[in-house]
């Protein structure tokens, strides 16, 4: 049973470029959320998807952007990056109802210089 | 006032010693209730969920939740070294859950 799968592991980029980090959810989940977490902190949520619609965001502004495909698998893009991007990126996959709580990918560490 | 907040630490406990993390979160409305560990390096795992006031058991771990005063608390018993890891506390309102920054605990041998 594959659990949640990120890619790429890590990622140097120059600031105002953009990124696309992938994530595919664990078999039987529908519902992925996208987290931003710098070092020393807690995740920050940044967005969840589910159908394929973006169902709740956090505060973050709109150069981050997602999308999620028919096999529930998603795609986190972020535009014009900033240094303050540098962040580990984790993805983590749910059922709809989130009651059971979030099985977590390895992440992708962003690194924008 | 931060939405889920957690004593950052250090905690240190000897070998065998019960380790109490605890949590206190603002939104009334919440709904689920999660501890996750997270070894140095890697992502967060599922340790524990609790859902209704009052303790659950989990082998040596216990979850405690007290929604009157908004506070959530994960005791360790028989703490070992390979406990060593940083605690979140997570707490789920609507479709977020809500991550607190965490506590590093050092179990030392």
């Known amino acids: 049973d594959a659990g949640v799968t990120q890619s790429p592991t890590h990622l140097i980029k120059t600031r105002g470029q953009q990124v696309t980090l992938r994530c595919s959810p664990k078999?039987?989940?529908?519902?992925v959320s996208w987290y931003q977490q710098a070092l020393g902190q807690g995740p920050q949520f940044i967005f969840q998807?589910?159908?394929?619609?973006?169902?709740q965001r956090g505060n973050f502004p709109d150069r981050f952007s997602g999308h999620q495909f028919p096999n529930y698998s998603s795609e986190l893009n972020v535009n014009a990056l900033l240094l303050g991007d540098s962040a580990l990126y984790l993805c983590?996959?749910?059922?709809?109802?989130?009651?059971?709580?979030?099985?977590f990918g390895s992440g992708t560490r962003l690194t924008v210089v | 006032q931060k939405e889920v907040e957690q004593n950052s630490g250090p905690l240190s406990v000897p070998e065998g010693a019960i380790a109490s993390l605890n949590c206190t979160y603002s939104?009334?409305?919440?709904?689920?209730f999660f501890w996750y560990r997270q070894y140095s390096g890697k992502s967060p795992e599922l340790i524990m969920s609790i859902y209704s006031n009052g303790d659950k058991e989990d082998g040596r771990f216990t979850a405690q939740l007290n929604k009157a005063s908004q506070y959530v608390s994960l005791l360790i018993r028989d703490s070992q070294p390979s406990d060593s890891a940083t605690y979140l506390c997570?707490?789920?309102?609507?479709?977020?859950?809500?991550f607190g920054a965490g506590t590093r605990l050092f179990v030392k041998a």
């Open positions: 983590a996959s749910s059922l709809v109802s989130g009651d059971y709580g979030y099985t």
């Open positions: 078999s039987g989940h529908d519902t």
């Open positions: 939104d009334r409305v919440s709904q689920s």
């Open positions: 998807y589910y159908e394929e619609e973006e169902r």
């Open positions: 997570a707490v789920m309102g609507g479709f977020k859950t809500i």
